[in-house]
């Protein structure tokens, strides 16, 4: 039996930008630590929420492999965009519409990696509670517009 495909659409010059977005995410990922950057840090779970000890030794015995984990679904997302060195350059059409077809493993790579873009986000943003989201503020334009991208991947692979 195959494996079922997601069809997304994507602009041109939002698959430029996503791939910039991601790119840096996994910059991020290689460049820091969860002990030196909050945002890493909110991307690791808190194994231990009563044992402060026991959770910094969980991070430490387990960090490494989830973010290698993190930038492997970010080099997935990537690959499939055709923009890792691939296909599409910033000289194609920004106006041009991309159809991309995931299978199921690439699909939740992508999910997890949208899911982790919007935690960093939220953390540079302040955004701790829907309070201090403003969608008035510009700045939030690109955290919502990536869980804009993250509901609909969601709805999706619900549908299957």
């Known amino acids: 039996?195959?494996?079922r495909i997601v069809v997304?659409?994507?602009s041109g010059l939002e698959a430029l930008h996503l791939a910039g977005i991601v790119g840096q995410f996994r910059d991020l990922l290689a460049d820091s630590r969860a002990d030196d950057d909050p945002a890493v840090a909110r991307l690791f779970p808190d194994a231990y929420p009563d044992d402060e000890a026991a959770s910094r030794e969980f991070r430490r015995l387990t960090g490494g492999d989830l973010?290698?984990?993190?930038?492997?679904?970010?080099?997935?997302?990537?690959?499939?965009?055709?923009?890792?060195g691939g296909d599409r350059s910033a000289e194609d059409d920004?106006?041009?519409t991309i159809t991309i077809a995931l299978g199921e493993?690439?699909?939740?790579?992508?999910?997890?990696?949208l899911s982790a873009l919007r935690l960093v986000l939220a953390t540079r943003?302040?955004?701790?509670?829907?309070?201090?989201?403003h969608p008035d503020?510009?700045?939030f334009?690109?955290?919502d517009w990536i869980g804009y991208r993250l509901d609909g991947l969601m709805t999706a692979l619900d549908r299957r």
């Not at 302040?126 to 309070?131: K, L, M, N, P, V």
């Open 125 to 133: 943003l302040g955004i701790r509670t829907e309070d201090d989201h």
């Open 8 to 10: 997304l659409e994507i």
């Open 137 to 139: 503020d510009p700045r």
């Open 1 to 3: 039996m195959s494996e």
């Open 105 to 113: 493993t690439e699909a939740l790579a992508w999910m997890r990696t």
């Open 94 to 96: 920004p106006d041009a």
């Open 141 to 143: 334009g690109v955290y």
């Open 67 to 84: 973010l290698e984990r993190r930038a492997q679904d970010a080099a997935v997302l990537l690959q499939t965009l055709g923009l890792d």
